[in-house]
C-alpha cells in the first residue's frame, strides 16, 4: 500500500498552514523553558537464581558491577522486583507496573503434529493460570509467510479458542523427515550403482549432491523462520514495557543438513573402501559428537577406482559448515536486544528424538542406525535454540516433555528481577555494545541481555510510531487532538483524508529570537497507515518550523497550532498512525485512529 500526496511527492500534502482558534474559557499558566537535554539511560534487567533455578531476592546495588564494552560505569538507577503473593495488593516498590507483552510464535515449517499437539495443550493451561489481565499476549505462526492469528489480548477465552484452530494448521515437520529419508536413499542409490557398474567406483564425487540439495532446502527453511523472528522483534520494538517472544519448535539447526554430510563419513570414510554394512559401525570415544568411526571390512581384492571419489574425512565438515546460519541467528540475537525483546525457545519435540518419527521406515533407512548421527542431529537443533535464549537473556525449554515448569519460570522471571540502569558517555551513536554484568555472590546465578544498540533519537520515535499503527498504542504529553475531516475523490481511484492536528501551544517549548522579533518552536510529523489484511504505507515525516511574532507571543500562548495534512488513501478500512515532535522539548505525543476511507462520515474510534 502507498500513501499519496498532491502533488507527486510520496506522503504528505500541507494543505493548510498555521492557524489559531478562539481562546479556550481556562489557560493554564504557561512553562518557562530553558535548554532541554535528554537523558540516554540504558536498562538491563537481570535474572538472579541459586543453583536450584529459585529466585534470588533481596540483592542491592552494591552487589553488582556492570561494564560497557569491557569498561566499568556507573549503576546510577536500582530496582529490585518480587513476584507478589496470590492475593496480595501489588506494592509499586517491588512489583512491575506495566504488564507482560508476550509473542507466541508457532514455528508451524519446524514442527511435527504430536510436538505441536503438546506445546499447544500446556500452553493453554499455561496462560489460563498465568496470565493476568494487564498482561498482552498475541499468537502468530510461521507457515511459507508470517501470520497474525491473534493481536495482544488477555481474554482467556480467545486465547484459548485461538490455539485450537492453531492446533489445527498444517506443519512440515513430517515433510523435512520425508526429504531426509528421500536425500539418503538417493545416496545410497548412487553408491550402489557406482560400485555395481564395469569400473567400480565407491563415493564418487555426485554422491554429496543429494546432501547439498537437502542441506540448501533446509536453510532456505531455518532462514525463513529466523525471518519472521525479526519481523517480530521490529514490530515489538516501539511497545512499551517488557517484551518477549517465545518461540516454539523442534528446534532449528545450527548446521541444516549436518546428519547427511556425517552420513558420507561414515558411509565413504574418506578412504575409497566399500562401506561396511551399517550395524559394523560404532561411535569412537575419542573423537566428540559431532565425527564417527566406522568400522571396515576392506576386500582382498581392491577395484582400482579411475574417477575422482569424494573425500568424505576431509570435505564433509566443511560442506556442512557452509551451510551454517550461526551468523544470522547472532544478528537475530543482536536485533533482539537493540529492541529490548528477550526470546525463549521452546523445543516441543521434547524428550523424543526429532528422529523418532522416521524410525517406523524400515532396515533400510541408514541414517539414524548411527547412534551418533541422531545425537548429532538432536545436537544441532537445540544448540541454536540455546543460543538465542541465552543471548537475549532468556530461558531455553529443552529435552522435557513437561513444559509446564519451565513456563511458570517465564512467568516468574517476568516478576522477579533486578533493574539496573546507567548513562553511557555516548548517546544515539547507531553502535551495538557489549554488556556484562558480575555479581560479587558466588552462589548466584544470573542472566541478562548481552549487548544493546545505542539507537539514534528519530530511530526510537520512528519504533513508537509503528507501534501505534500496529497495536493502538497511545501516549500524548502535548495533548494534541486529531480529526478526520470530509474526504473527497483523491487520484487513481484514492480517496483525498484529511487529518487535522490541534496542538495547545503553551504545550509547545517557544524560545525567544530577539534578534528577528520573532518566537519560534519547532515540531516533527510522523505518519503512516495499514489495512487490516497488513498491507501497509513506508512511514513518512515532514519538519514543521513554527514563528510568532513577539506582539503576538502571549495570546498565542492560550491558543492552539493548527496543522492538517492531506493523505491519500486506498477505499476501505484503514489505521493511520501519527506521531508530532516537539523538537526542543524533546517530547513526542503518538496517536492512533481507525478510519473509514470511502465514505464522507469518517469513523473517528480510537
Not at 506494592?91 to 504488564?99: I, K, L, N, V, W
Not at 532449528?252 to 549436518?258: A, Q, S, V
Not at 544515539?428 to 544498540?453: C, F, M, T
Not at 515532514?542 to 488513501?569: C, D, H, S, W
Amino acid at each position: 500500500m502507498s500513501l499519496k500526496i498532491r502533488p507527486g511527492f510520496l506522503l504528505l500534502t500541507l494543505s493548510a498552514g498555521a492557524a489559531f482558534a478562539a481562546k479556550p474559557a481556562a489557560v493554564p499558566a504557561p512553562p518557562s523553558f530553558g535548554e532541554t537535554v535528554e537523558i540516554n539511560l540504558v536498562n538491563v534487567d537481570v535474572y538472579a537464581a541459586d543453583p536450584k533455578g529459585n529466585p534470588v531476592t533481596g540483592l542491592r546495588k552494591g552487589d553488582f558491577q556492570v561494564l560497557e564494552d569491557g569498561k566499568p560505569v556507573d549503576v546510577t538507577n536500582f530496582a529490585a522486583f518480587e513476584a507478589q503473593p496470590a492475593g496480595a495488593p501489588a506494592d509499586a516498590a517491588s512489583a512491575p507496573e506495566d504488564g507482560w507483552n508476550l509473542v507466541i510464535f508457532f514455528d508451524n515449517f519446524n514442527l511435527h503434529p504430536s510436538s505441536r499437539a503438546r506445546a499447544v495443550r500446556q500452553l493453554r493451561e499455561f496462560l489460563a493460570r498465568e496470565i493476568t489481565p494487564r498482561d498482552r499476549v498475541m499468537l502468530v505462526t510461521q507457515d511459507f509467510t508470517l501470520n497474525l492469528r491473534l493481536p495482544f489480548t488477555a481474554d482467556q477465552t480467545v486465547l484459548a479458542r485461538t490455539l485450537d484452530e492453531l492446533d489445527r494448521l498444517s506443519v512440515h515437520g513430517l515433510e523435512i523427515d520425508q526429504q531426509r529419508k528421500q536425500a539418503v536413499d538417493l545416496i545410497m542409490t548412487i553408491q550402489q550403482d557406482a560400485n555395481s557398474g564395469p569400473q567400480p567406483q565407491s563415493c564418487p564425487l555426485e554422491i554429496a549432491t543429494p546432501a547439498h540439495t537437502f542441506a540448501s532446502a533446509r536453510r532456505q527453511e531455518v532462514l525463513r523462520a529466523i525471518g519472521g523472528l525479526t519481523t517480530m522483534v521490529n514490530a515489538l520494538s516501539g511497545v512499551p514495557g517488557r517484551k518477549a517472544v517465545l518461540h516454539v519448535s523442534d528446534g532449528l539447526p545450527l548446521k541444516p543438513g549436518e546428519e547427511l554430510f556425517e552420513f558420507l563419513i561414515a558411509l565413504c570414510g574418506g578412504s575409497g573402501l566399500p562401506p561396511a554394512p551399517p550395524q559394523m559401525a560404532e561411535e569412537s570415544p575419542s573423537v566428540g559428537r559431532r565425527q564417527l568411526a566406522v568400522v571396515q571390512t576392506p576386500s582382498v581384492d581392491e577395484p582400482e577406482f579411475t574417477k575422482e571419489t569424494y573425500q568424505a574425512a576431509s570435505q564433509a565438515q566443511m560442506d556442512a559448515e557452509s551451510y551454517s546460519v550461526l551468523k544470522e541467528l547472532q544478528a537475530l540475537a543482536a536485533h533482539a536486544n537493540a529492541q529490548r525483546v528477550t526470546l525463549y525457545t521452546l523445543q516441543a519435540s521434547g524428550l523424543q528424538a526429532p528422529e523418532a518419527s522416521v524410525a517406523s521406515y524400515g532396515p533400510q533407512d541408514r541414517l539414524f542406525q548411527f547412534p551418533a548421527i541422531g545425537t548429532s542431529l538432536r545436537m544441532n537443533n537445540r544448540d541454536s535454540l540455546q543460543l538465542l535464549a541465552d543471548d537475549t537473556g532468556g530461558r531455553s525449554i529443552l529435552d522435557t516433555n513437561d513444559f509446564l515448569p519451565d513456563l511458570a519460570r517465564l512467568r516468574q522471571d517476568f516478576e522477579s528481577y533486578y533493574s539496573l540502569g546507567y548513562s553511557p558517555a555516548h548517546s544515539g551513536d547507531g553502535r551495538e555494545h557489549r554488556i556484562e554484568v558480575k555479581v560479587k555472590r558466588a552462589d548466584v546465578r544470573i542472566r541478562y541481555r548481552q549487548s544493546y544498540r545505542d539507537k539514534p533519537l528519530l530511530e526510537k520515535v520512528v519504533d513508537r510510531t509503528l507501534a501505534a499503527l500496529f497495536y493502538g498504542f497511545e501516549e500524548n504529553p502535548l495533548g494534541v487532538a486529531l480529526e478526520v475531516g470530509d474526504q473527497t475523490p483523491g487520484a487513481s481511484g484514492n480517496v483525498s483524508v484529511p487529518i487535522r492536528l490541534k496542538i495547545p501551544l503553551f504545550k509547545l517549548a517557544i524560545l525567544n529570537h530577539e534578534a528577528e522579533g520573532v518566537f519560534e518552536g519547532s515540531l516533527r510529523v510522523l505518519v503512516a497507515a495499514r489495512t487490516p489484511d497488513g498491507d501497509s504505507s513506508p512511514l513518512r515525516q515532514v519538519a514543521v518550523p513554527i514563528r510568532i511574532p513577539r506582539k503576538g507571543v502571549l495570546n498565542a500562548m492560550g491558543q492552539f497550532y493548527l496543522y492538517t495534512l492531506t493523505l491519500e488513501l486506498k477505499p476501505g478500512e484503514q489505521r493511520v498512525a501519527i506521531a508530532v515532535r516537539d523538537e526542543i522539548a524533546a517530547t513526542t505525543s503518538y496517536l492512533s485512529r481507525a478510519v473509514t476511507v470511502g465514505t464522507r462520515e469518517a469513523s473517528r474510534q480510537p
